[in-house]
C-alpha cells in the first residue's frame, strides 16, 4: 500500500487540490493507498476539508517539520512512503515514476518541481538551469519525498535536530541506504 503523508499547517487554501490529485492519481494507477494529512497546529479548516476529502488526519502540536512528518510516518500502514507539501500538485506520471523506481530497488527518491502561479522574470530564467543541475547532482526539495518503510526506518527518519532543510541529512541517509532516483515527471509547487 501508498502511504501519502501530506504535513500542513493552515492550510486551508491549498489542502483540497493537494488531496484531489494524490487521490485522482493513485486511483488512476489502481494502487491501494491511504492519505493522511498530519496537521500541525492548525488554527483554520485545514482538518475539517482533509477529512471531507476522505484523508485520516493525525493532529501534532510540534510546529517543526522533521518530526511532523516523522508522526506521520509511524501514523502510516503502507510499505511505500510519500512526505507531500500540502502546497505540492503531484500528477499520476509522479506517483508511477515513483514506484517504478521503488519496485526497481531504490531506496527513495524524490521529484523536481514547477513553480505554480505568476513568478518573477528571474525565477521563470533560472528555474530550468536549477532543475537541470538538481537532476545532474541528484538532489531534490523535500516537496514530494518517497521511500520504503524498510529504508526509512533504517535511516531512522527525519532528524529532528533540524528546524529547516530536514530533508538534506534524510535524502543523504536514503542514497546511503541504496539508490536515490529522481523520476522525469514533475510536480506542481507554490
Not at 484531489?20 to 493507498?33: I, K, N, V, W, Y
Not at 538551469?129 to 526506518?153: D, I, P, Q, W
Amino acid at each position: 500500500m501508498i502511504s501519502f503523508i501530506v504535513l500542513a499547517h493552515n492550510e486551508e487554501s491549498l489542502i483540497g487540490p493537494t488531496l484531489c490529485a494524490l487521490t485522482t492519481s493513485a486511483r488512476a494507477l489502481g494502487q491501494p493507498f491511504e492519505i493522511i494529512v498530519v496537521d500541525d497546529a492548525s488554527t483554520d479548516r485545514t482538518a475539517a476539508i482533509a477529512l471531507a476529502q476522505g484523508a485520516r488526519v493525525v493532529r501534532v502540536q510540534n510546529r517543526q517539520i522533521a518530526a511532523t512528518r516523522n508522526a506521520g510516518a509511524k501514523a502510516a500502514c503502507g510499505d511505500r512512503l510519500f512526505f507531500v507539501d500540502a502546497d505540492t500538485l503531484a500528477t499520476a506520471d509522479a506517483v508511477r515514476g515513483a514506484l517504478a523506481a521503488l519496485q526497481a530497488g531504490a531506496a527513495g527518491g524524490g521529484c523536481l518541481f514547477n513553480f505554480g502561479g505568476r513568478l518573477p522574470f528571474w525565477l521563470r530564467a533560472t528555474n530550468p538551469v536549477l532543475m537541470a543541475l538538481f537532476r545532474v547532482l541528484n538532489v531534490t526539495g523535500g516537496c514530494f519525498l518517497f521511500c520504503t518503510r524498510k529504508s526509512f526506518e533504517a535511516t531512522g527518519g527525519f532528524c529532528e535536530r533540524y528546524f529547516a532543510v530536514e530533508d538534506r541529512p534524510f535524502i543523504q541517509a536514503l542514497k546511503r541506504e541504496g539508490r536515490f532516483v529522481i523520476p522525469q515527471a514533475r510536480v506542481m509547487t507554490s
